[in-house]
């Protein structure tokens, strides 16, 4: 079985060593590894050069800078593997990654497996998560298990999957570009697609946190980018008559109150008007199907003031309750 890696590339000329020599490292040798640089400016380049001159298992391509999903899709096109393995520049895997997910692997959509964080700042690691092992005959039912309530390390980082390459070409399964965010419009849609689902309980993914990098920037692009991703699921799923929505309309009902609440207000600035504009409501009100999100509605269109005070009102009720 090949495995493909695919690492998007973009001003990481510190980590970038650490993480090809973790997949170099790996103890299962049959795997190629596909750089995409987007456009980088310090010395990556120069770095996957040496890297590729010196070792064939590495083929790096390079494009202008068009962002972290469309890097990955140019990986994706580009791969021959039987499975594709994201890895972003900065992070890194344990040496065995590679043979744990093949010995495990039995024909599955895709593998989740667990990883820990690594904080660069203060130099420390943790596990936010349990290992655990589940099988699961409908990627739904992975999807509703975990996309709230039971929210794991393995289903909000899409890096932590094993991906089956003809599983994503032929649902044309992509990253979409030029947003933040993606992989919350990415992995509903593949659950919703997926037939087979296995989780490891393995750690295989160091996840590197650190300042300046694509996550920790505070831009307020990302809340109109919610706003999109809302539109863009609820259009989607609004339609499909063969699966339980309920969970899925609760995450989408919560994208598009989100950038209304109080403390994305303190963080982003107030954008009441911008992201109004943007809200699909006729979609909005159709996934609206529980009392509250139907009040959240309701306030929102009149004015997102009122849904303020509303969340003052609860918040006020269960202290004097």
């Known amino acids: 079985m090949l495995i493909s890696v695919i690492i998007p590339v973009y001003n990481v000329e510190l980590y970038l060593a650490e993480c090809l020599d973790s997949v170099l490292a790996q103890t299962y040798p049959h795997y190629e590894v596909i750089c995409v640089n987007d456009g980088s400016t310090d010395g990556s380049q ?6 590729a001159a010196k070792y064939n298992k590495i083929q790096v ?13 140019a990986g994706i096109a580009t791969a021959k593997g039987d499975y594709i393995f994201l890895l972003d520049s900065d992070d890194k895997i344990e040496k065995h990654a590679f043979e744990t997910l093949v010995a495990k692997s039995n024909g599955e959509d895709f593998i989740c497996f667990n990883g820990k964080r690594y904080f660069e700042e203060t130099n420390t690691e943790d596990i936010p998560d349990e290992g655990i092992s589940a099988e699961f005959e409908s990627g739904w039912d992975y999807y509703n298990q975990f ?9 909000v980082c899409t890096v932590l999957r094993l991906y089956r390459r003809e599983f994503l070409l032929q649902h044309k ?4 570009e030029g947003i933040f965010h993606e992989d919350n419009l990415f992995t509903p849609i593949a659950c919703y697609y997926a037939q087979k689902v296995k989780i490891i309980p393995d750690c295989l993914y160091i996840y590197r946190i650190r300042k300046g990098s694509i996550t920790q920037n505070v831009k307020a692009k990302r809340l109109l980018d919610i706003v999109y991703i809302a539109n863009t699921l609820a259009e989607f799923f609004i339609s499909k008559d063969d699966i339980d929505k309920k969970t899925i309309y609760r995450e989408i009902a ?10 994305e207000i303190k963080a982003y600035g107030n954008n009441d008007s911008i992201l109004r504009s943007k809200i699909n409501w006729h979609f909005y009100q159709k996934i609206s199907i529980f009392p ?3 009040r959240i509605y309701r306030l929102l269109k009149v004015h997102p003031a009122l849904f ?3 969340l003052l009102t609860e918040k006020w009720l269960k202290i004097v309750r």
């Open 308 to 310: 303020r005070c509303y």
């Open 46 to 51: 120069v770095l996957l050069d040496n890297y």
């Open 173 to 176: 399964l992509h990253f979409q």
């Open 292 to 294: 509250r999100h139907k």
């Open 61 to 73: 391509i390079n494009q202008k800078n068009k962002g972290l999903s469309a890097a990955r899709n």
């Open 254 to 263: 919560g994208s598009y109150f989100r950038g209304f609440m109080p403390e």
């Open 147 to 155: 996309a709230l309530i039971d929210r794991k390390f393995h289903f």
